[in-house]
């Protein structure tokens, strides 16, 4: 299935790619001038993933992403002031600055939070999907995972279980390519992850992961699917990330003409362009827009570099971690205390 945006979606889904990818170039140069420490993984090139999930999904949906989480947690409409301060290490973070880059949670948003821990949020969204079905409620899980993350044991007891229970879950799987330096090619036992669907007796397609009308439309398809037969879909796109894996990566497991020729099929500049000869954007109205974002973008980062030193005590920390009143969980936190000291 495939669709035309309105002139407002496509301006929608443009916006939000652009803030996807703003926000990753400011990372990229906070990281870059030493201002931000650890470590980054950046969806460069993988827009077109973030905006057609984002829109194609009911706002009461409970996404799970991966490590590679940004591009997602800012389409769902995460406040990027607090996953730069999140990224800081500040109080104003979105996990007030425990998570980092890799762990952003957004409940008020149905984010249930992102894993350093490759495949570990697959069961999670199988288990949220069935607090959904039992709760009565139309809302479905979605479990977000790489192509290296499709090889895990995890991932295949999560299908299982979720086709023999029949619950509601959208597995996504973002096929960037490569699992750091291994390709899919050579680490699949299939040439698609979509061709396991029917092992699990589970639906599934593939998608152009580039093109945001046409992600949108399979989310909206396998959605429509998922909520009126109470069954899972195994959803691929297919597209690439033109960064690295994470920061210093020079890439040297794949050629510079590859990367050119993805870099043609950017997914920002495919879409662009045709918004333009459709009539719906011209370049003028482009500039201004990202000029719009970029302002916006810099802006959030600016404000929680400014904020950065205002992180919280291990004794605030544990006040969020445990419940209090609870005997049981005094006792972990006073031993996590002393083991800290
Ligand atoms: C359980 C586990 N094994 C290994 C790693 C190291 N690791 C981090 S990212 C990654 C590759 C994941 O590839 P993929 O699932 O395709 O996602 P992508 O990074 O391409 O978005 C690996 C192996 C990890 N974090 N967790």
Redesign the pocket.
Known sequence: MSIGFSSRQAVEALTIMLRSRSFERQVEGLFARKRMHGTT?LAIGQEAVHAGMAMGLSPSDWIVP???CHGHTIARGTDPYEMFSEMFGSRTGCCKGFGGSMHMTDVAHCNAGSS????SGVPIAVGIALALKRSGSKSIGVAI?????SS?GAIHEAMNLATVWKLPVLFFC?N?G???SAPAGRALSVPSVSDRGPSYSMESSSVDGNDVEAVYASIREACEYIRSTSRPFLLEAHTY?QCG?SKNDACVYRTRDEERRWMERCPIRLFKDKMIKRGQLDDARYESLKRAVDAEIAEAAERAARDADDSISLDEAFSYVYAPGKGNARLVSEAVRARLA
């Open positions: 993984h991966t490590h590679r350093a821990v490759v495949a995972f790489g192509d290296g993350a895990r973002e960037n490569y699992g750091m990330r894996h």
